[in-house]
């Protein structure tokens, strides 16, 4: 018998364990969250994982895509009005009306990137805001859910939504009170598949390759990488996830207009200023990103102009004394990493019988 060395690669640390339970035990809360919890606190946990999931999409194309976007505004608003759609023209029930939000965010993400991915860098960018504008046009001209001026959901369509007559039953509540339960649930599912798909796919072939790609298109060509493919698979999936998410945005609100659909600042700023706060290229970051965005929105919103200013200053103070933002400076200076993607080989003696 003789003593061996024997070699893993793992990306497990404890850290990532510990994290695991957390956010285990954290989740049950969240399901059982309504029993005891005010309307308000509800919707204000569904402000904050609607705008999680947004910024996880976001940073998936930008921080480990390389692709900034200025036009994500574009399948927020046309998934949500693909749930409008149906929904008042063909009576569909709004629950699974959210699928038909995601696949039909996903059929324009197919021109879409078509066109952009013949641009680079800042032409990119705002060749994606070029293709929001031109949707937005567009759908401001579909009178059949209300045109420029926008439309409300059928409030028998809201009120009969799949599960809202079981959860005025089980919490003896009003139907709006169950409707924000229900949103809720949604919201935190979506989130929860869109945290855990997207760590899931990161540390996956075709994630690994993702990330050389951001770092190095040329290095990573050259060992063999499907950049267009890579590229296409990533950008589909984000517009898949958010037409989603935009359409329980305004599934929840029970009311759309265009302006308000594909708002540039509510979708796709404050998103990017999430994730840039946050720690672009990290999981954690657009999470924590999301809290401090989400407080300063609630104590400062009623600052008017002050508010805006203050978002503008804390942006540009943290890239320039933070550029990997808040979780990037906490992870340097505690090692610490709850989500990680990144392979280390593990050493450890052996039997050698």
Known sequence: MSDVTTYSVT????ASVVAGLIALALAVVAVVLPAFASR????????????????????????????????????????????????????????PALLLSGVFALLLALPTAFFAFRLHGAYFAIG???????????????????????????????????????????????TSAAQDILAYWIALAVAVATIGGIYAFLRTKRGLSLAALRDNAEAARSVGVDAARIK????????????????????????ISPDSAFSVIDWTAFVIFIVVIGGIGTIEGPILGVLVFFFLQTFLADF??????????????????APRGLWGLISEKTGLHLFPIQRRLVIGPGRDR
């Open 11 to 14: 990306t497990r640390t404890r």
């Open 232 to 255: 296409w698979t990533v950008f589909l999936i984000a517009a898949f996830g958010t037409g989603i998410v935009g359409g329980l945005i305004f599934l929840q609100n029970g009311r």
């Open 40 to 95: 308000a606190l509800i919707q204000d946990l569904f402000f904050i994982l609607t705008m999680l999931s947004l910024a996880q999409y976001w940073n998936l194309l930008a921080g480990y895509g390389g692709l900034v976007s200025v036009g994500q505004q574009a399948f927020v608003g046309f998934g949500a009005y693909m749930l409008f759609g149906p929904v008042i023209l063909w009576g569909l029930n709004p629950v």
């Open 128 to 174: 994606t805001w070029v293709v929001a504008e031109v949707v937005r046009l567009s759908v401001a001209m579909w009178k059949d859910v209300g045109g420029g001026t926008g439309t409300s959901l059928p409030r028998e369509a809201r009120s009969e939504m799949w599960g809202v007559p079981q959860i005025e039953a089980m919490f003896d509540v009003r």
């Open 304 to 321: 008017g102009s002050w508010y805006l200013l203050t978002l503008g200053a804390l942006g540009i103070a943290i890239m320039l004394f």
